[in-house]
Structure formats: C-alpha cells, structure tokens
C-alpha cells in the first residue's frame, strides 16, 4: 500500500519499452498503429507526430484534459479525420486515406448518435442492413436479437429511442457497434451523459464484454478514475503529444514527468539537486538541505530535477518519536488536517520546503491519535521512495 | 377574489375565441349565406334560397381542372428545386456565406409580387427567351400565356416558402448522427437516403402543404403570365365578384374551392401518416 512511486529496477526497464516508442512486440500482435501521425486544423496542431501500437484484444484509454488530442487520435482511428502526416494502420493495411465506411472499426459515441427515426432493433441492425452482398433478413434478425440479449435489452427491440433512460440508450448504442462485429470498438466518453452510480456499473458491463467478447477496446477518457479502473493500458495524452503509456500500476508508480505525475492521482512535486547514483538509486538533496534517496530515471544525468512522491508514500511521526532506519526526516508543522474516512489528509508546512502533502491511513491514525493543526511533526519519507522525473517536452 | 378554474379558462379563451368569430366563422358564414342566393338585377347579392349557383358549377369546369393540376405540379417543381438549394444552406455553405445566401433567398420578398411577374412577361415574351432560343435554331416557341408560363411564375413566386422549412430541418439535423452512419458502414448516397431525407421529412411536407393552399388560391400569376388563357378558381372569383358582379355565384365557387381543399388536404395528411407509420419498417430502403 505504501509503495507508491517505488519500484524495482527490472520493472523500471519494462516500463521503459512500453512508454518511450512503440513496444518490440511482433506485428501480428497489433490491431493498430499509428505510424508519426499528425493532425492539423489551420494553424493548431490537434495530434503531434503520434506513435502507438494498439495490442490485439486490449483495453486501451486516451486519457487526457480536453484538447490533449485524445478525440482526434480516435476519429482518425475511425476515419473521420485523415492524418496530414503519418499513418493509421489497422490490422496491417494502411487505412490512413480509407474512408469511415469501409474501416472495419465501430464507435459508441458520445451522446450516442442513435437514429432517432428508427426503433431499438432497426439502429442496431441498421450496420448488418449496409452489407453488400445483402445479408439475409433472418440472420440479421437473428444477430440484433443476439446483441440485444449480450446488452440485456432484448425486451425492448420494438421501442422508440426517446423512450429509453440514458443507460438503456447507451446500451443501444453499444449493441449497435459490436453487432458487427468491428476489430476495434471506439468508445468516446461513453460514460460522460450518466451518473455516477450507473457509471459505475456500465463500467463493470463494458469490462465484461470486452472479456466475453475478445474484441480491443480503445476508449477516449478525461476521467482518470475510469481510466484506471478500466484500462489494461493507458495513453496519456497532452498538447497532442503522447505523455507516456503504460499500465494503470505504472503510470501511477512510475510517472515518466511532472505532468503525467500531476494528472494520474496526487503527487508531492520537489526541486533537487542530483548528488549521487548508485544501485538503481539516486541521492538528491532537497532545498532545505535533506538527503533522500529516490528511484532512478533513465536520463539523470542532470545536476537539478523535480522528484515525485505521493502523499500516501509518506508518513507522521511525533518529533519525540523513534526515528525508523532508513528513513529520511523531514520537520514540519501541520497547517490543515482533512478527515476522509479511510484516511486523513495533511496539508504540511515543511522547513525551508514549502507544502506537503501526507495521507496517513485511518489504521496508523488510530495508533498514533493524529497530529493537531500547528503542531510540529517529523515527515518521513522511506529510502527508495519517490522517482526522479523527466523533464517536460 | 379567487375565480374558479374553469372560469378562468373561459376568460383566457374570450380573445382567442372573438378572434376566431370574427376572421374566420362570420366571413365563411356570409359567403355560405350568399352561396344559397341570387344575383340582384344590378349586381350583388339578393336574397333567397336556390340551389342554382350550385348547379351552375360545371359552367368554370376549366378553372378547377387548372388550378388542381398546375397546384401539385406546382408545388411538386417547388420541392425539386428548393430540396438541393435548402440542402446546399443548411449543409454545404459556410457560416460565414449562409446568412447572405439566405437574405438572398428572401430579398424578393421586399418587391411585390405583381412587378416581379411583370419580369417574367418580359423575359418569357417574344424578346427575352425565345429570342434566345431562336438564336440556338428554335424557331416560333411560344411561352407567354401558356400553362408553362404559369407553372414558371409559380414555382419562382413560391419557392422561398419550400426553401425555408426544409432548410430548417436540414439545419437542426444532428450532423453526429451521419458520422454515426458513415462509421456502420453506409457510404454517404446511402446515409443521405437513409437519414438525412427521412428526418427532413417533416421540413418537406410542411413546405409542400403551405405551397399547395397557398397555390389553390393564387390569381395574380395566371392573369399576369396566363394571359386570360390559363386562369385558376382565384381568377374565375375576381371576374365573378368584380367584373359581373355575381356574388351568389361566385360565392358558390368559393365554397367548392374549400370543399375541394379540404377534400385534398385531408388525402394528404393521410397518406403523410401512412407513410410515417410505414416508413420506420423500411427505413426508406
């Protein structure tokens, strides 16, 4: 539980082949790819220069805040935009000049986009209708019925649109894609129109479905939460850049940047000065002088660099308390204390440093009876704690 | 003092209910009462009770036959031409160009509409388009004071009135939902078919039926461009109230022309609902 931002060397280096470039895995494996692949629209520049390999049969999320470029990474994937430099690759063919109707991907969308003229069962065949050679009338029937009972909707084939709850269109609008059985289902936002409960449990149907069903998954998020909770990996996006990819573990053990750090849960963010690495180890000094040690980033060759920690790696002593071994200590008063339930969250103000942040689980805070506002405490940050970040692009 | 609901209700209703009594029941009541009776000797109206204005009916034969078949045609050459210009505003044009193409649409709203039938004496007269077309080796085509002429007049007088409904359903036609279309596979021909014409629909049969009644009343455009030859029930109304002075009569007309109306009107909202019934089990294709 406490050992966020702490990692071992050898998982470091798997992280490393995922994040910097597309990963080494043969091509069969990949359902997509984009290839160096630009998006402009006049003088913005929506994606820039994207290089993803999407595995065969993955969940994978565009994470990001709006206009990150995770919506247009998607609507090339579509075929709604054509790259102006680069490729999209599916399935080992270049489909970057391929138009929406002949790729063989299918997207939720947003606010569903349901055919409001035609009933439940006549939008999600309405795919199967568009074959040419024509499939047959009853086994288009046949597949609707199947899709409509893999979203439990199959009493409501004959509805109109209007009359079904925003989950239950959402639905539709899902059986309506995977009717057809598309290499990749794009979701974008599909949770965004819902509330927080349904949310919840049209994620854990979506995850089911992507296990029963084998087909990759690729959804456009700006909800870390869904992210995390859904993805098998992540793609963080900002500025139209690719931030870093990995899984949700290692983005949030081992942010490759400030960014990626700050937008995947909370993180204590520092300036230090590089003293020394050793062992997959770097020592940093702090502005108020303190050594600690921290994991090690690939390129440290830096004399300064900011370091992350999360407010959960840290811990609370009294001053009078025992100090534990390797351990740095950092003195500190307390400035707010929040009472979360499961944990308490301390806003600090550490000497010569600035503002911390400790969560301190409610077990610990049982022990120790907690820490009062404006009391001095000591900080304690565990050797091998926290990483050192790349520079931001 | 509190008032009861319904007492309310009815006084709400007292400025609604005056207006229609005034405009709409007592005119219909006066000329149904004239429709009963007889021309005066020096004119107008006179009392009595006879059903010989009604029997007297086959006598403008001719102005229903023209104006029930130049009406749907009418309205039919209005919806062809006005579907692809409403299309190209609404989908098509740049913000930036659409408010000027649809002033466009409208300035000759700001002219009457005599003047601009007036135009067309010109340009489909001996000088204006058969002078052209007599220069291309087609000699002697006559179109002034031709079923042809009036047609044109028509279709140019009316055409605002189909443009701008359809154009308001293609403009609030979700352009998501032909993305949507295009994503399952549809190439855009088809998504046009399959979406786009069906949820225009209602823009189209609003524009087709304000056309048509509007068009089952006109008078201006054949007595300008029809030249006395190719007259509607409007211009038989003119002559009868006016001219001969036969209010009986002409009230007669003026009653079958609604009953007519009302008659068409109402096959056409019946085949519209069959067709919104019919339309979801086909999706058009």
């Given at each position: 539980?406490?050992?966020?931002?702490?990692?071992?060397?050898?998982?470091?280096?798997?992280?490393?082949?995922?994040?910097?470039?597309?990963?080494?895995?043969?091509?069969?494996?990949?359902?997509?790819?984009?290839?160096?692949?630009?998006?402009?629209?006049?003088?913005?520049?929506?994606?820039?220069?994207?290089?993803?390999?999407?595995?065969?049969?993955?969940?994978?999320?565009?994470?990001?805040?709006?206009?990150?470029?995770?919506?247009?990474?998607?609507?090339?994937?579509?075929?709604?935009?054509?790259?102006?430099?680069?490729?999209?690759?599916?399935?080992?063919?270049?489909?970057?000049?391929?138009?929406?109707?002949?790729?063989?991907?299918?997207?939720?969308?947003?606010?569903?986009?349901?055919?409001?003229?035609?009933?439940?069962?006549?939008?999600?065949?309405?795919?199967?209708?568009?074959?040419?050679?024509?499939?047959?009338?009853?086994?288009?029937?046949?597949?609707?019925?199947?899709a409509l009972g893999t979203v439990r909707l199959s009493d409501f084939s004959d509805r109109r649109i209007w009359e079904l709850s925003g989950g239950q269109q959402q639905r539709v609008a899902l059986a309506r894609a995977i009717v057809n059985e598309p290499k990749i289902l794009l979701l974008d936002e599909p949770m965004a129109a819902l509330d927080a409960k349904l949310r919840g449990e049209m994620q854990r149907e979506l995850l089911a479905l992507q296990r029963s069903l084998g087909i990759t998954f690729v959804l456009v998020t700006h909800d870390q939460e869904e992210a995390l909770a859904m993805s098998d990996r992540i793609c963080i996006m900002g500025n139209g850049r690719i931030a870093q990819v990995g899984t949700p573990g290692d983005l949030y053990d081992r942010p490759r940047s400030r960014y990626v750090a700050d937008f995947v849960g909370k993180a204590n963010i520092l300036t230090a000065e590089i003293i020394e690495t050793r062992d997959k180890l770097v020592t940093v000094r702090l502005r108020s002088g303190a050594l600690v040690a921290v994991q090690q980033n690939p390129d440290d060759s830096r004399a300064q660099a900011d370091i992350a920690i999360r407010p959960e790696a840290l811990s609370l002593a009294a001053p009078d308390a025992p100090l534990p071994v390797a351990t740095a200590t950092l003195p500190a008063r307390v400035t707010h204390r929040t009472f979360l339930g499961d944990h308490t969250e301390y806003l600090l103000e550490a000497d010569d440093l600035g503002t911390l942040q400790v969560n301190v689980p409610q077990q610990a805070e049982r022990v120790s009876g907690g820490h009062d506002v404006g009391a001095r405490v000591h900080v304690l940050w565990p050797e091998g704690t926290g990483l050192v970040l790349a520079a931001d692009d | 003092m509190a008032m009861t609901p319904s007492r309310a209700r009815g006084l709400l209703l007292t400025p609604a209910g005056l207006w229609y009594a005034a405009l709409l029941l007592l005119p219909l009541a006066v000329v149904l009462i004239f429709s009963f009776g007889e021309r005066s000797p020096i004119g107008g109206y006179a009392p009595g009770f006879t059903f010989a204005q009604y029997a007297n009916l086959p006598a403008r034969f001719a102005a229903f036959r023209n104006t029930l078949t130049l009406a749907p045609i009418g309205t039919l050459a209005a919806l062809l031409i006005a579907y692809p210009l409403a299309y190209f505003l609404a989908v098509k044009v740049t913000p930036k160009w659409k408010t000027l193409l649809l002033v466009l649409v409208i300035v000759p709203f700001w002219t009457s509409i005599l003047i601009r039938s007036y135009a067309w004496i010109f340009l489909l007269g001996g000088k204006g388009i058969p002078a052209l077309l007599a220069h291309l080796g087609l000699e002697d085509i006559r179109l002034l004071n031709t079923p042809f002429a009036v047609l044109v007049g028509i279709v140019y007088g009316y055409l605002p009135?189909?443009?701008?409904?359809?154009?308001?359903?293609?403009?609030?036609?979700?352009?998501?939902?032909?993305?949507?279309?295009?994503?399952?596979?549809?190439?855009?021909?088809?998504?046009?078919?399959?979406?786009?014409?069906?949820?225009?629909?209602?823009?189209?049969?609003?524009?087709?039926?304000?056309?048509?009644?509007?068009?089952?009343?006109?008078?201006?455009?054949?007595?300008?461009?029809?030249?006395?030859?190719?007259?509607?029930?409007?211009?038989?109304?003119?002559?009868?109230?006016?001219?001969?002075?036969?209010?009986?009569?002409?009230?007669?007309?003026?009653?079958?022309?609604?009953?007519?109306?009302?008659?068409?009107?109402?096959?056409?909202?019946?085949?519209?609902?069959?067709?919104?019934?019919?339309?979801?089990?086909?999706?058009?294709?």
């Open positions: 539980m406490l050992d966020a931002l702490a990692a071992t060397g050898k998982t470091m280096q798997q992280d490393q082949q995922m994040s910097n470039s597309p990963d080494k895995t043969i091509a069969s494996d990949s359902v997509a790819e984009f290839i160096g692949t630009t998006k402009r629209f006049g003088s913005i520049t929506a994606a820039d220069g994207l290089s993803l390999r999407i595995r065969r049969g993955e969940f994978l999320s565009f994470l990001g805040p709006s206009g990150c470029g995770k919506t247009t990474a998607l609507r090339m994937l579509a075929g709604f935009e054509r790259p102006t430099e680069g490729d999209v690759l599916i399935d080992g063919s270049n489909v970057s000049g391929l138009p929406a109707h002949r790729r063989p991907v299918n997207m939720v969308f947003q606010h569903y986009a349901l055919f409001p003229h035609m009933n439940v069962a006549q939008n999600v065949g309405y795919g199967l209708r568009q074959r040419r050679p024509r499939m047959p009338k009853a086994e288009i029937a046949q597949k609707v019925a199947k | 009135l189909m443009v701008f409904p359809i154009y308001v359903a293609l403009e609030k036609l979700d352009k998501r939902l032909l993305e949507a279309s295009a994503d399952l596979g549809t190439p855009p021909w088809r998504s046009f078919l399959q979406i786009t014409l069906p949820l225009s629909m209602p823009g189209v049969l609003t524009g087709c039926m304000l056309v048509f009644i509007l068009l089952m009343g006109e008078f201006l455009i054949p007595a300008i461009l029809g030249g006395g030859k190719v007259f509607f029930v409007g211009n038989a109304l003119v002559d009868l109230f006016l001219q001969s002075r036969n209010w009986a009569f002409g009230s007669a007309v003026a009653v079958a022309l609604v009953v007519v109306m009302l008659v068409v009107v109402a096959l056409y909202s019946r085949a519209v609902k069959r067709f919104g019934a019919t339309r979801d089990d086909t999706g058009l294709m």
